[in-house]
Every structure is written in structure tokens, then in C-alpha cells.
Nanobody, 118 residues
Framework: QAQLVESGGGLVQPGGSLRLSCAAS????????IGWFRQAPGKEREGLAC???????FYSSSVKGRVTISRDNAGNTVYLQMNSLKPEDTAVYYC????????????WGQGTQVTVSS
């Protein structure tokens, strides 16, 4: 069964860092565009960053310069390194895998909570 599992969330102080992981099982990430999203309470889900199968990247203006997305195809995992965290970064973070070969084929993880607070 294909699934994505996020990990690495937790409680961190303002200015701190976290590295989130998105591990795939049941399929390989090589032919997928992977995106990281977040959703804070009462807000819509927001796209943060994505990485294509050729490892080209895109970042939203809200996190550009503070996050880095990377992929390890051998490990079938995508990472989101987050630095200089702010309280407004508090949210549930999700990863998404979208097939580049099959329109409409995509997977979501269950999310990992990130809380930035002193």
C-alpha cells in the first residue's frame, strides 16, 4: 500500500530549527514532484516548497530563505530543513507526492505538528 509518513515535528523555540522528513513506502519517489504544505488552525492549507524529479525547487515567499527542500531518492525520502522558526510557523506540516506520469495520482501524508513557542 502506497503511503507517505512525515516525521520530525515537535516543539521548538523561536529562532530554532527543525528538519522534517517525508518517507515513502509502496512506491518510489523518483517520478513524483514532492511538496510540503502546512495548515494552521483556522487557516487554509498553504504550499511551502516543492522539488521536482530533476531536483529543481520552488519556495513560497513566506518561507523562502528559511527553508530548504531536498530529496534522497535512494532513501525514498524528502526533507524540509527549517531555520529561524517563528511562532507563526506553528502548524501541521504535510507532504504530498504527485506523479509526473499519471495525471491525478497523488498521495498525502498524515501530517506532523510543528509548534514554535518559548
Amino acid at each position: 500500500q502506497a503511503q507517505l509518513v512525515e516525521s520530525g515535528g515537535g516543539l521548538v523555540q523561536p529562532g530554532g530549527s527543525l528538519r522534517l522528513s517525508c518517507a515513502a513506502s509502496g512506491f518510489t519517489l523518483d517520478d513524483y514532484t514532492i511538496g510540503w504544505f502546512r495548515q494552521a488552525p483556522g487557516k487554509e492549507r498553504e504550499g511551502l516548497a516543492c522539488i521536482a524529479s530533476d531536483s529543481s525547487t520552488f519556495y513560497s515567499s513566506s518561507v523562502k530563505g528559511r527553508v530548504t527542500i531536498s530529496r534522497d531518492n535512494a532513501g525514498n525520502t524528502v526533507y524540509l530543513q527549517m531555520n529561524s522558526l517563528k511562532p507563526e510557523d506553528t502548524a501541521v506540516y504535510y507532504c504530498n507526492a504527485r506523479s509526473i506520469n499519471m495525471i491525478g495520482e497523488e498521495y498525502w501524508g498524515q501530517g506532523t505538528q510543528v509548534t514554535v513557542s518559548s
